[in-house]
């Protein structure tokens, strides 16, 4: 008993002397424990959404504010036309449209029913749904008050419509995500751990004296995981398409291009991870835990980040995960080209000439 | 003048690694650093093959600064560090090809220079090197260290660990190299090695205690060195303790290594008083000091 | 019965699949003897410590260490055997004290033992500096010092020194190897492995291994003898020179 106690302490003292132990056992949890309580939220919070108001009588209005003033929802614009529909889908920013058919004030009146076009981005069926039963539930309470002593009175009929994905299949939008998710991990993993690796077995040590230069030694890492990351977005789309019948609205190359760009992203970031981390193992940690679990929760593959109180939101934007899913979902789901991802493109280019930047001016030249 | 540093200080975590190192070493000399482990030896490798910069100080290597001009001294000298550091899952072939390619040379092409050295490790040129045994290793180490014809060749503690055959074949090579014209600086533990060197400095906790042949060394050591040997060593050295006229004595292999406090031994009374102490089978004889006798003087101040 | 034999090994065999890393040794150590265990790297100096001090099992053979069955008997060969290695010595990241507290308890001494035996350290190795330091701060010399003090604690019959003075200043050697005298003068049994062959010649007697077997053995003297030789160092090069390299 006395040995097993002598033994215990001794892990004691290793322990509390090891401040990387220390932060793992307390700083961690209560940083996940945070970012969890914080992300996961199934509640829809100041949704965007959209009108299109065919009839712009007192009757829209009135229906109309009744949904603007609820906290769920927040007004991104007004439409003109139906033709428009389409377009504010790619762009991404508005999660439904409300379309009012022409007349509607007066249909209810004399025809005793006017319908509501309900347009959900369904790329994200759980926000989807929640925002129709929203809807619906604001739709009915208007027809109770319009109906309170009769029976059988005017009605407001809905009629929904999922947009990108009518049957709500989850896998539409855990696939992008995971293929986002492992392309990261997996390229900016094996790259800090292929350099680290260098490092810690003293291999770094000869190759530093020798005339190899620096981006050399860099570049030939990266250019065997480029390859392999590739295959490996090949084989995921190819399981989503026959496997998941994922649909690939848009553009193959498109999607292929956008793909290698984010692939290089991920590999600068583990370059960048490499040039920090000393042994295999700190790499590792450092891809795992600082990598794949923020990515999980920030990249708004599961839960929206329009959910999110606003801190994390911002956050969200230095995830190079974040911006690929909004592009590889708005390929594979709505077709969208590259007038409508211009922006996340450049965003991710700039990240990747960032990371590279910043592992080429901390690469070591020499041994300290 | 192959390599010189000049007033070289490194401080690694605020521990002294190396202070105030001056010296120089000839074109086509076999240098040696003799030290025991924390002597800096090491140190003193890194700042020469450019890997760390001294805090104070200037070194030159084959004409040039390892500050300035680090780039083409990487490209000039040959390295091999103190573990073994080259691919293990690499076999003996894929490693020599590998430092071929980057220093932009061929195998084939200074294939003289290591050929006798790679003869011997050519039956397993298909093995992984991390399946080689110490020995081996160390050759192909020193065959990827040779591969571009360096002028300038750094061994750090090349024969650490290896069982004495290996050490002494090793030695044997590095003879051979030094014939066809390379400067080399080899660091070393053990003493006996330096006798095989042109020059050798003493090193100890970051200072070097002194730097001449190896021959020089010997005779500058100021006492006469007697080998003492009887029945038992350690009580032989215990009752040595107890001698009034004792300087040092040390064991060293089957004898011990007496030197004493007067500027004559008289042998005679010496033996009378290990009889009296009852040892038995005593043998006292005049020899040559060791490097090592040396060392452990100069260590001492 | 067992007279004084410490260690008895008779033909002791281990095989790697077709690969035999030792091939039928066998000697004997007398107890209060230093023994040396010397060989070539990969002449299976290493496998065969491994054997005796119980945490490798032999292919086939016999052997007992301090009257123990290195097959059925390892956890009580493991309690009255001290080890030191030149790779693992101590705790870098605990103190002194700690570091001797620590290997105290893992053998089962009291506290009251414990704490005479570190008095005892203390004024033996003149630690009243250092006692409270971290190890990972010494100089090598102590650190080995330590580690082998460490290694005597709970009174061992016989302690196996793997390379114990791999890279340590010649001063500090020989203190190591007083120590070494001072534990055989008390009757402890010494098993050690060394590179150096002036070190050899300080044990009573010595094996040299070649290739898995054991080519010479006995008294440093004996052994010059018999191969014409001035020192161990040349006996060791005549027996090496002779072998096929199995690399």
Same mark, same amino acid.
């Given at each position: 008993?006395?040995?097993f106690?002598?033994?215990?302490?001794?892990?004691?003292?290793?322990?509390?002397?090891?401040?990387?132990?220390l932060?793992i056992?307390?700083?961690?949890?209560?940083?996940?424990?945070?970012?969890?309580?914080?992300?996961i939220?199934?509640e829809i919070n %100041?949704?965007?959404?959209?009108?299109?108001?065919?009839?712009k009588?007192?009757?829209?209005?009135?229906i109309?504010?009744?949904?603007?003033?609820?906290?769920?929802?927040s007004?991104?614009?007004?439409?003109a036309?139906?033709?428009?529909v389409?377009?504010?889908?790619?762009?991404?920013?508005?999660k439904a449209v409300i379309n009012?058919? *022409?007349?509607?004030?007066e249909?209810?009146? %004399?025809?005793?029913?006017?319908?509501?076009?309900?347009?959900?981005?369904a790329?994200?069926?759980? +926000?989807?749904?929640s925002?129709?039963?929203?809807?619906l539930?604001?739709?009915?309470?208007?027809?109770?008050?319009?109906?309170?002593?009769?029976?059988?009175?005017?009605?407001?009929l809905?009629? +929904?419509?999922?947009?990108?994905?009518p049957?709500?299949?989850?896998?539409?939008?855990?696939?992008?995500?995971?293929?986002?998710?492992?392309?990261?991990?997996?390229?900016?993993?094996?790259?800090?751990?292929?350099?680290?690796?260098e490092k810690?077995l003293?291999?770094m040590?000869?190759?530093l004296?020798s005339?190899?230069?620096?981006f050399?030694?860099?570049?030939?890492k990266v250019?065997?995981?480029?390859?392999l990351?590739?295959?490996n977005?090949?084989?995921?789309?190819?399981?989503?398409?026959f496997?998941?019948?994922?649909?690939?609205?848009?553009?193959?190359i498109?999607?292929?291009?956008?793909?290698?760009?984010f692939?290089?992203?991920s590999?600068?970031?583990?370059?960048?991870?490499?040039?920090?981390? *000393?042994t295999?193992?700190?790499?590792?940690?450092i891809?795992l835990?600082?990598?794949?679990?923020?990515?999980?929760?920030?990249s708004?593959?599961?839960?929206?980040?329009?959910?999110?109180?606003?801190?994390l939101?911002?956050?969200?934007?230095?995830?190079?995960?974040?911006?690929?899913?909004l592009i590889?979902?708005?390929?594979?789901?709505?077709?969208v080209?590259?007038?409508?991802?211009?922006?996340?493109?450049l965003?991710?280019?700039?990240?990747t000439?960032?990371?590279?930047?910043i592992?080429?001016?901390?690469?070591?030249?020499?041994?300290? | =003048?192959?390599?010189?540093?000049?007033? $070289?200080s490194?401080?690694?975590?605020?521990?002294?690694?190396?202070?105030d190192?001056?010296f120089?070493?000839? @074109?086509?000399?076999?240098?040696?650093i003799?030290?025991?482990?924390?002597?800096?030896?090491?140190?003193?490798? !890194?700042?020469?093959?450019?890997?760390?910069?001294?805090?104070?100080?200037?070194?030159?290597? #084959?004409?040039?600064?390892?500050?300035?001009?680090? $780039?083409e001294?990487?490209?000039?000298?040959?390295?091999? @560090?103190?573990?073994?550091?080259?691919?293990?899952?690499?076999?003996?072939e894929?490693?020599?090809?590998?430092? #071929?390619?980057?220093?932009?040379?061929t195998?084939?092409?200074?294939?003289e220079?290591?050929?006798?050295?790679?003869?011997?490790?050519?039956?397993f040129?298909?093995? !992984?090197?991390?399946?080689?045994?110490?020995g =081996?290793?160390?050759?192909?180490a020193?065959?990827c260290?040779? $591969?571009?014809? @360096?002028?300038?060749?750094?061994?750090?503690?090349?024969?650490?660990?290896?069982?004495?055959?290996?050490?002494?074949?090793?030695?044997?090579?590095?003879?051979?190299l030094?014939?066809?014209g390379?400067? $080399?600086?080899?660091?070393t533990?053990?003493?006996?090695?330096a006798a095989l060197?042109? !020059?050798?400095?003493? =090193?100890?906790?970051?200072?070097i205690?002194?730097?001449?042949?190896?021959?020089k060394?010997?005779?500058?050591?100021?006492? #006469?060195?007697?080998?003492?040997g #009887?029945?038992?060593?350690?009580?032989?050295i215990?009752?040595?303790?107890?001698f009034?006229?004792?300087?040092?004595?040390? @064991?060293?292999?089957?004898y011990?290594?007496?030197?004493?406090?007067?500027?004559?031994?008289?042998?005679p009374?010496?033996?009378?008083?290990?009889?009296a102490?009852?040892?038995?089978?005593?043998?006292?004889?005049?020899?040559?000091?060791?490097?090592?006798?040396?060392? =452990?003087?100069?260590?001492?101040? | 019965?067992?007279?004084?034999k410490?260690?008895?090994?008779?033909?002791?065999?281990?095989?790697?699949?077709?690969?035999?890393?030792?091939?039928?040794?066998?000697?004997?150590?007398?107890a209060?003897e230093?023994?040396g265990?010397?060989?070539?790297?990969?002449a299976g100096?290493?496998t065969?410590?491994?054997?005796?001090?119980g945490?490798?099992?032999?292919?086939?053979?016999?052997?007992?260490?301090?009257g123990?069955?290195?097959?059925?008997?390892?956890?009580?060969?493991k309690k009255?055997i001290?080890?030191?290695?030149?790779?693992?010595?101590?705790?870098?990241d605990?103190?002194?004290r700690e570091?001797?507290?620590?290997?105290?308890?893992?053998?089962?001494?009291?506290?009251?033992?414990?704490?005479?035996?570190v008095?005892?350290?203390v004024?033996?190795l003149?630690?009243?500096?250092?006692?409270?330091?971290?190890v990972?701060?010494?100089?090598?010399?102590?650190?080995?010092?330590?580690?082998?003090?460490?290694?005597?604690?709970?009174?061992?019959?016989?302690v196996?020194?793997?390379?114990?003075?791999?890279?340590?200043?010649?001063?500090t050697?020989?203190q190591?190897?007083?120590?070494?005298?001072?534990a055989?003068?008390?009757?402890?049994?010494?098993?050690?492995?060394?590179h150096?062959?002036?070190?050899?010649?300080?044990?009573d007697?010595?094996?040299?291994?070649?290739?898995?077997?054991?080519?010479?053995?006995?008294?440093?003297?004996?052994?010059k003898?018999?191969y014409?030789a001035?020192?161990?160092n040349?006996?060791?090069l005549k027996?090496?020179r002779?072998?096929?390299?199995?690399?």
């Amino acid at each position: 008993m006395k040995r097993f106690i002598g033994f215990v302490r001794k892990e004691f003292y290793h322990i509390y002397r090891d401040k990387r132990s220390l932060f793992i056992l307390f700083g961690m949890p209560i940083a996940q424990i945070l970012l969890f309580g914080f992300a996961i939220a199934n509640e829809i919070n %100041k949704v965007e959404i959209a009108f299109l108001d065919q009839a712009k009588d007192a009757t829209t209005i009135e229906i109309i504010n009744k949904m603007a003033s609820s906290k769920y929802f927040s007004i991104n614009r007004y439409l003109a036309a139906e033709s428009e529909v389409e377009g504010v889908f790619k762009e991404g920013k508005v999660k439904a449209v409300i379309n009012f058919e *022409k007349d509607f004030g007066e249909k209810l009146v %004399k025809r005793g029913k006017a319908t509501i076009q309900l347009v959900a981005d369904a790329t994200d069926p759980n +926000t989807a749904n929640s925002i129709t039963n929203y809807i619906l539930s604001i739709v009915q309470q208007y027809n109770q008050s319009i109906n309170l002593h009769q029976v059988g009175g005017p009605q407001v009929l809905t009629q +929904t419509h999922m947009a990108f994905n009518p049957e709500l299949k989850s896998v539409f939008m855990f696939v992008p995500g995971v293929m986002t998710i492992i392309l990261m991990l997996v390229s900016a993993m094996m790259t800090s751990i292929s350099i680290a690796k260098e490092k810690e077995l003293g291999t770094m040590e000869i190759l530093l004296v020798s005339p190899l230069k620096p981006f050399q030694v860099i570049l030939g890492k990266v250019v065997p995981y480029i390859l392999l990351s590739i295959i490996n977005a090949i084989i995921i789309v190819l399981l989503s398409i026959f496997i998941f019948k994922m649909p690939v609205q848009g553009s193959l190359i498109l999607l292929g291009t956008e793909s290698v760009l984010f692939i290089l992203t991920s590999l600068s970031l583990g370059i960048l991870i490499s040039t920090i981390a *000393k042994t295999q193992q700190t790499a590792m940690m450092i891809s795992l835990m600082g990598l794949m679990l923020p990515v999980i929760l920030l990249s708004g593959f599961i839960f929206p980040i329009g959910s999110m109180p606003l801190p994390l939101q911002i956050i969200s934007n230095i995830i190079p995960a974040k911006w690929f899913i909004l592009i590889i979902k708005g390929i594979m789901l709505k077709g969208v080209g590259m007038a409508f991802i211009w922006k996340e493109t450049l965003i991710l280019i700039g990240m990747t000439l960032f990371f590279i930047g910043i592992s080429t001016y901390k690469y070591k030249i020499r041994l300290e | =003048m192959s390599i010189s540093l000049h007033q $070289i200080s490194k401080t690694y975590k605020g521990i002294s690694a190396v202070q105030d190192i001056s010296f120089e070493v000839k @074109p086509g000399e076999l240098f040696g650093i003799i030290g025991p482990d924390g002597a800096g030896k090491t140190t003193l490798f !890194r700042i020469l093959t450019t890997l760390l910069l001294a805090d104070t100080g200037t070194a030159v290597v #084959a004409g040039m600064d390892v500050v300035e001009d680090y $780039i083409e001294i990487r490209k000039s000298v040959g390295y091999m @560090p103190g573990r073994f550091s080259l691919y293990q899952d690499l076999t003996v072939e894929e490693n020599l090809q590998f430092f #071929a390619t980057i220093f932009g040379t061929t195998l084939e092409r200074n294939y003289e220079l290591i050929k006798e050295i790679y003869e011997q490790i050519e039956p397993f040129k298909t093995r !992984r090197a991390g399946k080689l045994s110490g020995g =081996m290793k160390q050759k192909l180490a020193l065959c990827c260290a040779l $591969i571009h014809k @360096p002028k300038v060749l750094f061994l750090d503690e090349p024969t650490t660990g290896v069982d004495p055959v290996s050490r002494k074949e090793f030695w044997d090579m590095l003879k051979r190299l030094q014939a066809k014209g390379i400067t $080399i600086l080899v660091s070393t533990p053990y003493m006996d090695e330096a006798a095989l060197c042109d !020059r050798v400095a003493l =090193m100890q906790n970051g200072h070097i205690m002194e730097i001449d042949s190896p021959k020089k060394i010997v005779e500058k050591y100021p006492k #006469a060195v007697y080998e003492i040997g #009887a029945g038992e060593r350690h009580k032989l050295i215990q009752v040595l303790r107890e001698f009034p006229y004792l300087y040092s004595v040390y @064991p060293f292999g089957e004898y011990v290594h007496y030197t004493d406090s007067r500027s004559d031994l008289d042998i005679p009374e010496l033996e009378e008083y290990l009889k009296a102490n009852g040892l038995t089978g005593i043998y006292i004889g005049l020899t040559e000091p060791t490097i090592e006798d040396v060392f =452990m003087e100069m260590a001492k101040e | 019965m067992k007279d004084n034999k410490v260690i008895a090994v008779k033909n002791l065999t281990k095989k790697f699949g077709d690969f035999l890393a030792v091939d039928a040794i066998s000697f004997e150590v007398k107890a209060g003897e230093i023994f040396g265990f010397l060989g070539a790297n990969g002449a299976g100096k290493t496998t065969a410590m491994k054997m005796l001090i119980g945490i490798s099992k032999p292919s086939s053979g016999e052997a007992t260490v301090a009257g123990f069955d290195v097959y059925a008997q390892t956890e009580l060969i493991k309690k009255n055997i001290g080890y030191m290695s030149q790779k693992f010595a101590l705790y870098d990241d605990l103190t002194v004290r700690e570091n001797i507290t620590f290997f105290g308890g893992i053998y089962g001494l009291s506290r009251a033992t414990i704490k005479e035996k570190v008095k005892v350290l203390v004024a033996e190795l003149k630690l009243e500096n250092i006692i409270d330091q971290l190890v990972g701060a010494l100089p090598l010399g102590w650190k080995q010092k330590l580690s082998f003090s460490v290694s005597l604690l709970h009174d061992p019959k016989i302690v196996f020194l793997d390379e114990p003075t791999g890279g340590v200043d010649p001063i500090t050697r020989r203190q190591f190897w007083e120590m070494i005298y001072h534990a055989a003068d008390k009757g402890t049994t010494l098993f050690v492995t060394t590179h150096y062959m002036d070190e050899a010649e300080y044990c009573d007697k010595v094996s040299i291994m070649v290739n898995g077997k054991i080519e010479a053995m006995g008294p440093p003297k004996l052994l010059k003898e018999r191969y014409g030789a001035s020192n161990l160092n040349e006996v060791f090069l005549k027996l090496a020179r002779g072998s096929k390299p199995n690399e």
